[in-house]
T-cell receptor, first 111, second 114 residues
Framework: DQQVKQNSPSLSVQEGRISILNCDYTNSMFDYFLWYKKYPAEGPTFLIS?????DKNEDGRFTVFLNKSAKHLSLHIVPSQPGDSAVYFCAAKAAGNKLTFGGGTRVLVKP | NAGVTQTPKFQVLKTGQSMTLQCAQDMNHEYMSWYRQDPGMGLRLIHY???????DQGEVPNGYNVSRSTTEDFPLRLLSAAPSQTSVYFCASSYSSSGYETQYFGPGTRLLVL
């Protein structure tokens, strides 16, 4: 039973438009959430994070929103660029510092 | 600065064969871990280590062994490979177990077990 789910396996968006990636979780004990970006043949790299005491965190073109009551977080990329084409994983942490990852969403930004 | 290196990049094994996936980091990180990535499943933690001589199991440890004799190296051993172990394996390191933002991943080892 996956505790972190990314229900959209892929997303295609036009360059300059907004990309919205969604992630749902079931474990109410998760207290920290992260997004990772992964290019082909490379390992994931950290993108942005948010603590459960916040509902929004912004870093340049990337914003993460957390809705604890809905157990839902989303990543907004504005504006989307071709270099953003990658697989994005959301991850969540509960006590014990172990991360639980979602299945990933492949984003394609078309020029 | 090499970061986290993994060898080999790709390996084909027959069922029952053994092999060791190598992982090394040159950042003097205490925390190292191994993940496997399967389609639609994200990354799942296999084993981790909080320092030389200390290892522990993650979410999916069965069929894998690890050891941590030095800070730099954290090899993952498959004693008797099974087709279910076909996956992409990532090694990661960070200064501490809570250093997620500064966790560095290696480029991965793609393993095919026939």
């Amino acid at each position: 039973d996956q505790q972190v789910k990314q229900n959209s396996p892929s997303l295609s968006v036009q360059e300059g438009r907004i990309s919205i990636l969604n992630c749902d979780y079931t474990n109410s004990m998760f207290d920290y959430f992260l997004w990772y970006k992964k290019y082909p043949a490379e390992g994931p790299t950290f993108l942005i994070s948010i603590s459960s005491i916040k509902d929004k965190n912004e870093d340049g073109r990337f914003t993460v929103f957390l809705n604890k009551s809905a157990k839902h977080l989303s990543l907004h990329i504005v504006p989307s660029q071709p270099g953003d084409s990658a697989v994005y994983f959301c991850a969540a942490k509960a006590a014990g510092n172990k991360l639980t990852f979602g299945g990933g969403t492949r984003v394609l930004v078309k020029p | 600065n090499a970061g986290v290196t993994q060898t080999p990049k790709f390996q084909v094994l027959k069922t029952g064969q053994s092999m060791t996936l190598q992982c090394a980091q040159d950042m003097n990180h205490e925390y190292m871990s191994w993940y496997r990535q399967d389609p639609g499943m994200g990354l799942r933690l296999i084993h981790y280590s909080v320092g030389a001589g200390i290892t522990d199991q993650g979410e999916v440890p069965n069929g894998y062994n690890v050891s941590r004799s030095t800070t730099e190296d954290f090899p993952l051993r498959l004693l008797s490979a099974a087709p279910s172990q076909t996956s992409v394996y990532f090694c990661a390191s960070s200064y501490s177990s809570s250093g997620y933002e500064t966790q560095y991943f290696g480029p991965g080892t793609r393993l095919l077990v026939l």
